[in-house]
């Protein structure tokens, strides 16, 4: 079923209208330690530092069925690369606060390293991503709704 964002469709989940959901942290996780939903697993190699008592997906039983939530900010195409500059240096600077960071630990995400917050490390994780799940999306002629 189609949502239009998270937020409905973890409401649908904690109703019971839903069974099952692939969800980001900052949406999910504050439920689950609520005890409204119950986590299975992350669709990660690594634990999450905010919540390690969830296992892998690895470790449940589906090896490699990694599919990372990353967030990213997009600007439409044509902006001067200068503009693309200084607002990467400025996301950049405030990831580095360390009070940003624990809430965003606490959120459940993941800070990458310095050197992978670059518009390059995105056009190459972009990239990745399409190589991996276009084959997939096209073999089971899967349609955006």
């Not at 240096?89 to 992978?116: C, F, H, K, W, Y």
Request: hydrophobic share 45%; proline share 10%; net charge neutral.
């Amino acid at each position: 079923m189609p949502y239009r964002g998270g937020a409905p469709a973890i409401q649908d989940m904690i109703a019971g209208r839903v069974d099952l959901m692939c969800d980001n942290a900052s949406t999910s996780l504050p439920q689950a330690r609520n005890g409204n939903i119950r986590a299975l697993t992350v669709l990660a190699k690594a634990r999450w530092s905010a919540a390690p008592d969830i296992p892998t997906v690895d470790e449940a039983g589906l090896p490699g069925l990694h599919v990372p939530f990353w967030h990213w900010l997009w600007a439409p195409a044509g902006t001067p690369k200068a503009a693309i500059t200084r607002l990467n240096s400025a996301i950049v600077n405030a990831l580095a606060d360390p009070t940003a960071r624990q809430r965003l630990a606490e959120m459940g995400l993941d800070i990458p390293p310095r050197e992978e917050l670059t518009p390059e490390a995105l056009r190459a994780v972009h990239q990745s991503e399409i190589e991996k799940w276009w084959p997939i999306i096209k073999s089971a002629n899967i349609k955006a709704e």
